[in-house]
């Protein structure tokens, strides 16, 4: 078992399964995505740009399903929230598997993706 499936299945429910399902809508999603355990934390990458990573902060109730450069996405995704007046990250706050729209969340991952694709370097901000 790798790293970031032991940190997955040693999460309480809800949290185990939003990240699983998160996890899997990831990878059918997309294709150059690379999984890693970095900062302790599930963390994606596409092309080896960062791209998101998924969290259980301290005192929520929910999965924050943070995107790197979210920052500007804000515009076409309200739902995307700035917690602790983060810089660039913005987040979906997941707090059950009903709260995630799959159909949004996957256009969301393709519009990233596409960002990072045209985009020349890993951070523009």
């Given at each position: 078992m790798n790293p970031v499936e032991q940190h997955i299945l040693n999460q309480e429910e809800p949290y185990q399964s939003i990240m699983l399902y998160v996890r899997s809508v990831i990878f059918k999603s997309l294709l150059c995505v690379e999984e890693k355990y970095k900062y302790k934390v599930p963390y994606y990458t596409y092309n080896n740009k960062p791209m998101l990573y998924l969290n259980i902060l301290k005192g929520t109730n929910y999965v924050d399903v943070a995107f790197i450069q979210g920052v500007l996405l804000e515009d076409k995704y309200p739902q995307l929230k700035d917690d602790n007046n983060r810089k660039q990250v913005r987040s979906l706050q997941v707090q059950s598997l009903e709260d995630l729209n799959e159909l949004q969340f996957v256009q969301l991952l393709k519009d990233v993706?596409?960002?990072?694709?045209?985009?020349?370097?890993?951070?523009v901000l």
């Open positions: 993706a596409e960002f990072l694709d045209n985009s020349r370097r890993s951070w």
